[in-house]
Antibody, heavy 127, light 106 residues
Framework: EVQLLESGGGLVQPGGSLRLSCAASRFTFSSYAMSWVRQAPGKGLEWVSGISGSGGSTYYADSVKGRFTISRDNSKNTLFLQMNSLRAEDTAVYSC????????????????????WGQGTMVTVSS | SYEVTQPPSVSVSPGQTATITCSGDKMGDKYACWYQQKPGQSPVLVIYQDNKRPSGIPERFSGSNSGNTATLTISGTQAMDEADYYCQAWDSSTAVFGTGTKVTVL
């Protein structure tokens, strides 16, 4: 079964940093774009960032641009999200999500539906 | 930035049809997809590319997209369909989710 497993969440003070990881299994990781999506408590879904299968292209929501960095290690089937200058409004469950489209060469942007989601990891920004 | 709006709630009787709309400027020019999210669970893709169902999604889920509105239709709604539903589209390399609709099966 295709699986995504996030880790790295926790409690951090405003202005602090955190690095999230998403371990993928049972699919050809490098052939799929990936994204991070967050959901604040009691709120809706918000896309945060996406990355092509090769890692050569990255995309960000305006709300995190310049503070968050998405990356991936295809040799370890792992997706990352480096979060700096964290704010209270970044408090949310962060989930990684796989794009549906298979892309030979891994150059495709994450512009398709998300067909597999992880269970999420909670990030709380508070003093 | 691109905005997508959904009705906050929809109520439906068991066996009846639930219709959820998703409105955005020229939504019909984009591909819309739909996710179902039950409390405490991760979202599940139920419709992609406007009207395609992933493997394992019941036939009672269908979708359409034209003009400024994408629509998710649940025919013969069952109690298990009670959940939050989100539409999503891509605009300028950014994924945009709708505001979400809570479907209550009365």
């Amino acid at each position: 079964e295709v699986q995504l497993l996030e880790s790295g969440g926790g409690l951090v003070q405003p202005g602090g940093s955190l690095r999230l990881s998403c371990a993928a299994s049972r699919f050809t990781f490098s052939s799929y774009a990936m994204s991070w999506v967050r959901q604040a408590p009691g709120k809706g879904l918000e896309w945060v960032s996406g990355i092509s299968g090769s890692g050569g292209s990255t995309y960000y929501a305006d709300s995190v641009k310049g503070r968050f960095t998405i990356s991936r290690d295809n040799s370890k089937n792992t997706l990352f999200l480096q979060m700096n200058s964290l704010r209270a409004e970044d408090t949310a469950v962060y989930s990684c999500a796989k794009s549906r489209r298979f892309c030979i060469g891994g150059s495709c942007p994450p512009d398709d539906a998300f067909d597999i989601w992880g269970q999420g990891t909670m990030v709380t920004v508070s003093s | 930035s691109y905005e997508v709006t959904q009705p906050p709630s929809v109520s439906v009787s068991p066996g009846q049809t639930a219709t959820i709309t998703c409105s955005g400027d020229k939504m019909g020019d984009k591909y819309a997809c739909w996710y179902q999210q039950k409390p405490g669970q991760s979202p599940v893709l139920v419709i992609y590319q406007d009207n395609k169902r992933p493997s394992g999604i019941p036939e009672r889920f269908s979708g359409s997209n034209s003009g400024n509105t994408a629509t998710l239709t649940i025919s013969g709604t069952q109690a298990m369909d009670e959940a939050d539903y989100y539409c999503q589209a891509w605009d300028s390399s950014t994924a945009v989710f709708g505001t979400g609709t809570k479907v209550t099966v009365l």
